[in-house]
């Protein structure tokens, strides 16, 4: 299994990103979610997709940002909008099935 992150990059606030995130391996995986690091930080979940297509939000994104998935395609995104300055991390996405597998991290970073 691979995931491939994409989407990330600059942005200033109130602007919108979409991160898209790609899986490999034809898994059908029964957590799949957006992780985010900032710097001297701890990794924190951001959004995910849980068994039953039960969908969660941190609090601090909440009303702002969007999971969203394309099962056939084993797409997973993430549509942020309304960017503030401390949404600024390295943005990973997570896929479990027994297992825990990690995207790369994409670069999201929200200043004027």
């Known amino acids: 299994v691979q995931l491939q992150a994409s989407g990330g990059g600059l942005v200033q606030p109130g602007g919108s990103l979409r991160l898209s995130c790609a899986a490999s391996?034809?898994?059908?995986?029964?957590?799949m979610g957006w992780y985010r690091q900032a710097p001297g930080k701890q990794r924190e979940l951001v959004a995910s997709f849980t068994g039953g297509g039960i969908i969660r939000y941190a609090d601090s994104v909440k009303g702002r940002f969007t999971i969203s998935r394309d099962i056939p395609k084993n797409m997973l995104y993430l549509q942020m909008d309304s960017l503030k300055p401390e949404d600024t991390a390295v943005y990973y996405c997570?896929?479990?099935?027994?297992?825990?597998?990690w995207g790369q991290g994409t670069q999201v970073t929200v200043s004027s």
């Open positions: 997570n896929a479990k099935s027994g297992y825990s597998w």
């Open positions: 391996g034809g898994l059908t995986f029964q957590f």
